[in-house]
């Protein structure tokens, strides 16, 4: 095994041997704006106490240049990842200096050249272990201490951490600024950002704290930023979050910086926040596109006590800050912004992560056994963020939510700036809420699968409840019925205790019976016969926006298992589809719609309803009111639609290039332009002049990404042999560069000029994971699965390379079980009583 894969076994052991007691960082990027200087150097001084004489510390750089321990020189021991230390004493001071690596993957130490201006823009980003790619540490969540960044730095540029400037003072060429010390915390949750970044100021105050605010992005974009808007979020969250947990936000500042080329969409560093810049809106944006961000933003804020201010031990208790994190978003969502239906968003669109990856065979508790650094970077999936939060969601309707939140605030008090285990966290909530939640956690945090939950009635018409994969359940039972108005409304609602896979309940008959009616557990919901029969006839009379999110999503899930045919789905998606007024629940109709099609139709039928939906979807786009969120989302979807048909190719060249051919109120912003001129070039209706033209009009960051992605989506075999090229040799492309290359690469309906490339992607695939860094070859390996390729082909890789990492294999495992439900599914889908 790489040294650079650390293990949860030898991290332990270091833990026992050391204690940090502080860190000093001195890095000096004023060379960072040449792109010919791909280093920077970056100096080290740590103190710790140990009861061992030898250890290591951390480094993933271009080299180490010296290491000093307790005064004395010693000879540099470093195998690429990690610096040996020897002759240590009970105290120690060891100074390490070295050079690191700009990076161009989005991990470590980022570097970005803004083509809109030629200004140059440094980010870091470290989770779960890429501290060691900036400077020399101990590269584990355990080992807490604080932190006195000093950053040497071009004079004009902003440069901002973790904590606030300490002192500036000037340097021949540039500023050297020292930042206060932090509080003790983590390495993977430092941040340095540096740039000519365009800063608004606020601040918000609670009791006697008052917290001083920024929002950050790079200049070009500073006239897109709506900073009032984040403001008022982020002072209305620090509200709710001190309140509920009565701790002080204690962290000093609150910095938001959206960021270039982001791995993530957020990540929580204490007082330096950083986001993706896809949340600055260049364009139109949607409701459910501002939701969504202030879901983010508060998902983030909750950090700052769930996994900033406490921390887990090491990466199996990761949902001990994801699982709350996403949970506590979406509460503060509802409760303090004027998003108050942000469970309707949480239930169709993070619940649909947690069920996709649930059904995996690479399945997992949501405390899971992490071993190493590798398990952990792909365990930041949709078990550990959105199971973990709906499970939370049960727990509170279980426990109480006073009891609950009295629980979490005995957690901050007892552990503050300290570490901890699922044990510490069940012991702080079975105190508050009377409870022993041991077999509760058993139940839900240290079990895998996903229950689904049905109606049946037996002869006598006596109700039960039946579930597969059995799990204590308390939930809503909802009876609708139509009221004079002609709408479904609920008439009653049942709580109910469930434990066994077969649970008797009065229910009366009614139009449409929900499960889970509120959304209070964790569960796939079927809909009986005669609930399903209402909705194909009425989806569009239930009124509650949460029910329709929840029978959107029952529909989606008995799609996806091949227990209700997808042309059946398409039908009722294409019937009510234009008429769903909540944004978040129309865009989720707007992509499952067209994967249904690609997917799991027979590919007999795909062209027909690809047709179909793009004539659809160019309907309810002139038919949408004018400058609405949904007719920005009929025209996202009529893009998306027409990179695989082409009937309406004149059509959308006509809005493109002709003045007033698009409908009143579409504003035709660049990056909608560039989706509409991409789906043309996917369908050779777009050449390379037409998108020469088009990046002269947005030559931006966003705008090259487009171009690429567009320039490789052209159905030329030479087009695609490039692409697959470049992606394989091209070290110099970014993380989003590569990216928009793989993109083009699979994007139309051409699949005949891609799928001789599936020899090559399973003879390549192991020397990318050996040779690239994560990030990269994880997009890679998934990106260029190749979908139309048998499961023997996958099987067979996985047969000769049963040596290869874990995490590799987890990959290919996975995308070969995507492969073999839509084969499944496909297969369904052609047997006459489905499809007739």
């Given at each position: 095994?790489?040294t650079?894969?650390l293990?949860?076994?030898?991290?332990?052991?270091?833990?026992?041997?050391i204690?940090v007691?502080?860190?000093?960082v001195?890095?000096?990027v004023?060379?960072?704006?040449?792109?010919?200087?791909g280093?920077?150097?970056t100096?080290?001084t740590v103190?710790?106490?140990?009861?061992?004489?030898?250890?290591w510390?951390d480094?993933?750089g271009?080299?180490?240049?010296?290491?000093?321990v307790n005064?004395?020189?010693m000879?540099?021991d470093?195998?690429?990842a990690r610096?040996?230390?020897?002759?240590l004493?009970?105290?120690?001071v060891?100074?390490?200096a070295a050079?690191?690596?700009?990076?161009?993957?989005g991990?470590?130490?980022h570097r970005?050249?803004d083509?809109?201006d030629?200004?140059?823009?440094?980010y870091?980003?470290y989770?779960p272990?890429?501290?060691?790619r900036?400077?020399?540490?101990?590269?584990?969540?355990?080992?807490?201490?604080?932190f006195?960044?000093?950053v040497?730095a071009p004079?004009?540029?902003?440069?901002?951490?973790?904590?606030q400037v300490?002192e500036?003072?000037?340097t021949?060429?540039g500023q050297?600024?020292?930042?206060?010390?932090?509080?003790?915390i983590?390495t993977?949750?430092t941040a340095i950002?540096?740039?000519p970044?365009?800063?608004?100021?606020s601040e918000?105050?609670?009791?006697?704290l008052?917290i001083?605010?920024g929002?950050?992005c790079?200049?070009?974009?500073a006239?897109?930023?709506d900073?009032d808007?984040?403001?008022?979020?982020?002072?209305?969250?620090?509200?709710?979050?001190?309140?509920?947990?009565d701790?002080?936000?204690?962290f000093?500042k609150?910095?938001?910086?959206f960021?270039?080329?982001?791995?993530?969409?957020?990540?929580e560093n204490?007082?330096?926040?950083?986001f993706?810049e896809?949340y600055?809106f260049?364009?139109?944006a949607t409701?459910?596109?501002?939701e969504?961000?202030a879901?983010t933003?508060?998902?983030?804020?909750?950090?700052?006590?769930?996994?900033?201010?406490?921390t887990?031990?090491w990466?199996d208790?990761?949902?001990l800050?994801e699982?709350?994190?996403?949970y506590?978003?979406?509460?503060?969502n509802?409760e303090?912004?004027?998003?108050?239906?942000a469970?309707v968003?949480?239930?169709?669109r993070r619940k649909?992560?947690?069920?996709?990856?649930d059904?995996l065979?690479?399945t997992h508790?949501?405390?899971?056994?992490i071993?190493?650094l590798e398990?952990?970077k792909l365990?930041?999936?949709?078990?550990?963020?959105?199971?973990?939060?709906?499970?939370?969601?049960q727990?509170?309707?279980?426990?109480?939510?006073?009891a609950?939140?009295e629980g979490?605030?005995?957690?901050f008090?007892?552990?503050?700036?300290?570490?901890?285990?699922l044990?510490?966290?069940?012991?702080?909530?079975s105190?508050?809420s009377g409870?022993?939640?041991?077999?509760?956690?058993?139940a839900w945090?240290?079990t895998t699968g996903?229950?689904?939950?049905?109606?049946e009635?037996?002869?006598d018409?006596?109700?039960?409840?039946?579930?597969?994969?059995?799990?204590?359940h308390?939930?809503?039972v909802?009876?609708?019925?139509?009221?004079p108005?002609?709408?479904?409304?609920?008439?009653?609602?049942i709580?109910?205790?469930?434990?066994?896979?077969?649970?008797?309940?009065?229910v009366d008959?009614?139009?449409?019976?929900?499960?889970?009616?509120?959304?209070?557990?964790?569960?796939k919901?079927?809909?009986?016969?005669?609930s399903l029969?209402?909705?194909?006839q009425?989806?569009?009379?239930?009124?509650?926006?949460l029910?329709?999110g929840?029978i959107?999503?029952?529909?989606?899930n008995?799609?996806?298992d091949?227990?209700l045919?997808a042309?059946?789905?398409?039908s009722?998606?294409q019937?009510?589809?234009?008429?769903?007024?909540?944004?978040?629940?129309?865009t989720s109709?707007?992509?499952n719609?067209?994967?249904?099609i690609?997917?799991?139709?027979?590919?007999t039928?795909r062209?027909?309803?690809?047709?179909?939906w793009l004539?659809?979807?160019?309907?309810?786009?002139?038919?949408?009111?004018?400058a609405?969120?949904?007719?920005?989302?009929?025209?996202?979807a009529?893009?998306a639609a027409a990179?695989?048909d082409?009937?309406?190719a004149?059509?959308i060249?006509?809005?493109l290039?002709?003045?007033?051919?698009?409908?009143a109120g579409?504003s035709?912003d660049p990056d909608?332009?560039?989706?509409?001129?991409?789906?043309?070039?996917?369908?050779?209706?777009?050449?390379?002049?037409?998108?020469?033209?088009?990046?002269?009009r947005?030559d931006t960051?966003s705008?090259r990404?487009?171009?690429?992605?567009?320039t490789?989506?052209?159905p030329?075999?030479?087009v695609k042999?490039?692409a697959?090229?470049?992606?394989?040799?091209d070290r110099?492309?970014?993380?989003?560069?590569?990216?928009?290359?793989i993109?083009?690469?699979?994007s139309?309906?051409r699949h005949?000029?891609?799928?001789?490339?599936?020899?090559?992607?399973?003879?390549t695939?192991?020397?990318v994971w050996?040779?690239?860094?994560?990030?990269?070859?994880?997009?890679i390996?998934v990106?260029?699965?190749?979908a139309?390729?048998s499961?023997?082909?996958?099987?067979?890789?996985?047969?000769?390379?049963?040596?290869?990492?874990a995490?590799l294999n987890?990959l290919v495992l996975?995308?070969?079980?995507?492969l073999?439900?839509?084969l499944?599914a496909?297969?369904?889908?052609s047997?006459?009583d489905?499809t007739?």
């Amino acid at each position: 095994m790489s040294t650079a894969n650390l293990t949860r076994a030898e991290t332990a052991e270091r833990s026992r041997a050391i204690e940090v007691l502080g860190y000093r960082v001195e890095l000096d990027v004023l060379g960072a704006v040449d792109p010919e200087v791909g280093t920077f150097a970056t100096t080290t001084t740590v103190e710790f106490t140990a009861n061992t004489s030898t250890t290591w510390l951390d480094f993933l750089g271009a080299g180490v240049e010296s290491v000093t321990v307790n005064g004395a020189s010693m000879p540099v021991d470093y195998d690429g990842a990690r610096i040996a230390l020897t002759g240590l004493r009970e105290s120690n001071v060891v100074t390490v200096a070295a050079r690191g690596e700009y990076s161009r993957s989005g991990e470590g130490l980022h570097r970005f050249l803004d083509p809109a201006d030629d200004r140059t823009y440094l980010y870091t980003q470290y989770e779960p272990a890429d501290a060691r790619r900036v400077f020399a540490c101990f590269e584990q969540p355990d080992l807490k201490a604080p932190f006195t960044f000093v950053v040497t730095a071009p004079q004009e540029w902003e440069v901002i951490s973790n904590q606030q400037v300490a002192e500036r003072g000037d340097t021949a060429g540039g500023q050297v600024v020292t930042f206060e010390p932090t509080l003790p915390i983590s390495t993977y949750i430092t941040a340095i950002v540096a740039g000519p970044y365009h800063r608004v100021d606020s601040e918000w105050s609670g009791g006697d704290l008052t917290i001083p605010l920024g929002v950050l992005c790079r200049a070009s974009l500073a006239q897109y930023l709506d900073a009032d808007t984040i403001f008022e979020i982020t002072r209305q969250g620090l509200g709710f979050f001190a309140e509920g947990f009565d701790y002080p936000y204690p962290f000093g500042k609150y910095d938001q910086v959206f960021v270039p080329e982001y791995n993530l969409g957020a990540m929580e560093n204490p007082g330096c926040v950083t986001f993706t810049e896809a949340y600055v809106f260049r364009g139109a944006a949607t409701e459910s596109q501002y939701e969504g961000r202030a879901n983010t933003i508060l998902h983030e804020m909750a950090h700052m006590w769930f996994g900033d201010l406490v921390t887990m031990v090491w990466w199996d208790d990761l949902w001990l800050k994801e699982s709350f994190a996403d949970y506590m978003g979406a509460l503060a969502n509802a409760e303090a912004t004027r998003w108050t239906d942000a469970w309707v968003a949480f239930a169709n669109r993070r619940k649909a992560w947690a069920y996709l990856q649930d059904q995996l065979p690479t399945t997992h508790p949501i405390v899971a056994d992490i071993v190493d650094l590798e398990a952990a970077k792909l365990n930041f999936d949709g078990i550990t963020y959105a199971k973990g939060a709906s499970v939370l969601k049960q727990l509170v309707a279980y426990a109480g939510r006073e009891a609950f939140f009295e629980g979490a605030r005995r957690y901050f008090r007892a552990h503050a700036f300290g570490n901890t285990t699922l044990t510490d966290l069940l012991t702080e909530l079975s105190a508050t809420s009377g409870r022993d939640l041991t077999s509760w956690a058993r139940a839900w945090l240290q079990t895998t699968g996903v229950s689904a939950l049905s109606l049946e009635r037996d002869a006598d018409g006596r109700a039960a409840i039946v579930q597969t994969d059995p799990r204590p359940h308390r939930l809503g039972v909802g009876r609708y019925d139509f009221d004079p108005a002609g709408d479904l409304v609920c008439v009653q609602r049942i709580e109910v205790d469930l434990a066994d896979a077969r649970t008797p309940i009065d229910v009366d008959e009614a139009p449409l019976v929900v499960l889970n009616d509120a959304d209070l557990t964790y569960a796939k919901v079927r809909l009986d016969e005669r609930s399903l029969s209402t909705v194909e006839q009425s989806l569009d009379r239930v009124r509650d926006p949460l029910t329709r999110g929840l029978i959107w999503s029952s529909l989606w899930n008995t799609t996806r298992d091949s227990e209700l045919g997808a042309q059946r789905y398409l039908s009722m998606a294409q019937r009510f589809s234009a008429a769903e007024p909540h944004l978040t629940l129309l865009t989720s109709v707007l992509a499952n719609a067209p994967y249904a099609i690609e997917h799991y139709l027979p590919e007999t039928a795909r062209g027909a309803a690809r047709r179909e939906w793009l004539d659809h979807a160019w309907g309810a786009l002139w038919d949408a009111p004018p400058a609405s969120g949904s007719q920005l989302a009929w025209a996202r979807a009529v893009a998306a639609a027409a990179e695989v048909d082409d009937s309406r190719a004149d059509d959308i060249r006509s809005m493109l290039d002709t003045d007033g051919k698009a409908p009143a109120g579409l504003s035709l912003d660049p990056d909608l332009r560039w989706a509409l001129r991409g789906a043309l070039a996917a369908t050779g209706h777009a050449d390379m002049a037409d998108l020469d033209g088009e990046l002269r009009r947005d030559d931006t960051g966003s705008g090259r990404t487009a171009y690429l992605r567009a320039t490789y989506s052209r159905p030329d075999p030479d087009v695609k042999a490039k692409a697959w090229d470049a992606i394989f040799h091209d070290r110099t492309l970014s993380n989003d560069h590569l990216g928009a290359i793989i993109a083009g690469f699979r994007s139309g309906a051409r699949h005949d000029l891609v799928a001789g490339y599936a020899a090559d992607y399973f003879a390549t695939i192991r020397s990318v994971w050996e040779t690239r860094s994560i990030e990269i070859a994880r997009r890679i390996v998934v990106g260029l699965f190749p979908a139309d390729t048998s499961l023997d082909a996958a099987d067979g890789w996985r047969d000769a390379n049963a040596d290869a990492p874990a995490a590799l294999n987890r990959l290919v495992l996975e995308q070969r079980d995507h492969l073999a439900r839509d084969l499944r599914a496909q297969a369904f889908n052609s047997r006459p009583d489905v499809t007739g």
